[in-house]
């Protein structure tokens, strides 16, 4: 398990306890929760809450039904 030193203000140290109280977590798993959060790969709740919020969107195959034929491909 990695390590690190980081350096902050008071005030910023101040709302980092008051959060990770509130939270019910020690000072470093809140950390570790926010920096999963910010650099996860995995889409926030609020973006993957907006699947099907268009209904009126086209689908996939609408989409590609109005492009056409590919291209024959060259081989060289």
Request: proline share 4%; charged share 30%; net charge negative.
């Amino acid at each position: 398990m990695g390590q690190m030193t980081i350096y902050l203000d008071d005030k910023t140290e101040a709302e980092m306890k008051a959060a990770a109280t509130a939270a019910g977590v020690s000072k470093s798993k809140w950390v570790a929760r926010v920096i999963h959060e910010k650099a996860g790969s995995e889409w926030p709740e609020a973006i993957t809450r907006l699947a099907g919020a268009w209904p009126d969107l086209p689908t996939v195959e609408e989409i590609r039904h109005s492009t056409g034929d590919d291209a024959t491909r060259e081989f060289f």
